[in-house]
């Protein structure tokens, strides 16, 4: 899973000196739940004074003791304007100390009451209690699946994935469909790949057939965990359609369905150059049968294409397939062919990588 993890953002939410790069950050380090574990003082203010000192006339504070402003050195990552309202994550335990924002997350807008009142009710339902009941907080965060502010939502799903023992009751299983419905994002995939239900299956499909190309794949493995072969039938029926774009997120689905070996093999015969270059793709991230082994073969005999002739020669380079490129060697028509099969069988992995980019 690709995550912009860095341990730059470490540094920054533990309070010590960061570099000025300081604002790349892993998006779960920087949730709701996380920042108000982190944070010393946490409190809805508006700005009254951005510069030289930003000053914050607090009007609600949610942890730490109640101030009635706050200053703070201003932010290089963090711009604040005058007047504006927000939920701020604070360090320093010393009110005279206060650092810094070093994060755009640290400080969340509050566009009017009832988003001030949704924030609130976030961050109390993740400060610990003593005595408290484990399942509260469990609860609460699915109840904020049905937030209306997308933050609460999104970070609702950031802080379910960090507990353990979850089983989700149907209302629970509501509230997640509910979340991807009105908008998919990587944690809600996560959460689907997660619990798995067919009811989230229409969702996740189309976050598979989207542009996002990673949001694409977490929904290919939600895919795997919901229903495989109802996922598998819905692709087939994209790759005969007419829509490109689908076409080719079927193939890259087929690709992570242990069940997409003839997909693929259909996608070769494609007419459309797109859908064969996306399927020689997805075949170089399996494990090949030999079904496919076949079907490579007869693509490499087939294709009047010298790109997609030396993509399946590095496909059977990856899968170890040494007797194909033998083969492709000694009997291929093509001149250029016989001597890109030598070359892979003489060096397979980086010249089939790079000819696979």
């Known amino acids: 899973m690709k995550r912009a993890a860095c341990w730059i953002s470490l540094l920054a939410l533990l309070?010590?000196?960061?570099?000025?790069?300081?604002?790349?950050?892993?998006?779960?380090?920087?949730?709701?739940?996380?920042?108000?574990?982190?944070?010393?003082?946490?409190?809805?203010?508006r700005v009254r004074a951005a510069t030289p000192r930003v000053q914050l006339e607090v009007e609600r504070t949610l942890k730490g003791a109640h101030v009635a402003v706050v200053e703070l050195p201003a932010s290089e990552h963090v711009l604040l304007q005058?007047?504006?309202?927000?939920?701020?994550?604070?360090?320093?335990?010393?009110?005279?100390?206060?650092?810094?924002?070093?994060?755009?997350?640290?400080?969340?807008a509050v566009t009017d009451n009832a988003a001030a009142?949704?924030?609130?009710?976030?961050?109390?339902?993740?400060?610990?209690?003593?005595?408290?009941?484990?399942?509260?907080?469990?609860?609460a965060l699915f109840d904020q699946l049905r937030a209306r502010l997308v933050r609460v939502r999104e970070d609702a799903a950031w802080d379910l994935?960090?507990?353990?023992?979850?089983?989700?009751?149907?209302?629970?299983?509501?509230?997640?469909?509910?979340?991807l419905d009105a908008g998919v994002n990587e944690p809600l995939l996560l959460l689907a790949e997660r619990f798995p239900h067919q009811t989230l299956l229409p969702a996740v499909q189309l976050a598979q057939r989207g542009a996002d190309p990673h949001l694409a794949q977490l929904a290919a493995r939600a895919l795997d965990a919901i229903d495989p072969s109802a996922a598998l039938a819905a692709a087939s029926r994209d790759l005969l359609g007419p829509n490109l774009l689908r076409a080719r997120s079927a193939v890259h689905l087929a690709g992570h369905l242990g069940g997409g070996?003839?997909?693929?093999?259909?996608a070769l015969l494609d007419a459309r150059p797109q859908v064969r270059e996306a399927a020689?793709?997805?075949?170089?991230?399996?494990?090949?049968?030999?079904?496919?082994?076949a079907a490579?073969?007869?693509?490499?005999?087939?294709?009047?294409?010298?790109?997609?002739?030396?993509?399946?020669?590095?496909?059977?380079?990856?899968?170890?397939?040494?007797?194909a490129l033998l083969r492709a060697e000694q009997t291929?028509?093509?001149?250029?062919?016989?001597?890109?099969?030598?070359?892979?069988?003489?060096?397979?992995?980086?010249?089939?990588?790079?000819l696979l980019q």
Do not use: M, W, Y
């Open 15 to 45: 309070g010590l000196s960061t570099p000025a790069a300081a604002s790349v950050v892993a998006r779960e380090r920087v949730s709701l739940g996380a920042l108000s574990d982190e944070s010393d003082r946490v409190v809805i203010a």
């Open 82 to 108: 005058v007047g504006e309202r927000a939920l701020f994550f604070l360090r320093g335990r010393d009110p005279a100390d206060l650092r810094p924002l070093v994060t755009p997350f640290q400080r969340v």
């Open 117 to 139: 009142s949704e924030l609130t009710d976030a961050v109390q339902s993740r400060l610990p209690r003593l005595g408290g009941n484990p399942a509260a907080l469990p609860a």
């Open 161 to 179: 994935l960090t507990l353990r023992r979850l089983q989700p009751d149907a209302s629970q299983q509501s509230a997640l469909k509910q979340a």
């Open 261 to 266: 070996a003839q997909l693929l093999q259909d």
């Open 280 to 293: 020689l793709r997805a075949l170089a991230t399996r494990d090949l049968g030999a079904a496919e082994v």
């Open 296 to 323: 490579l073969e007869r693509h490499l005999t087939q294709t009047t294409q010298p790109r997609e002739a030396a993509q399946a020669l590095a496909v059977l380079a990856l899968a170890g397939e040494g007797q």
């Open 332 to 354: 291929h028509p093509d001149p250029a062919t016989r001597r890109l099969a030598r070359e892979l069988r003489a060096e397979p992995l980086p010249l089939a990588r790079d």
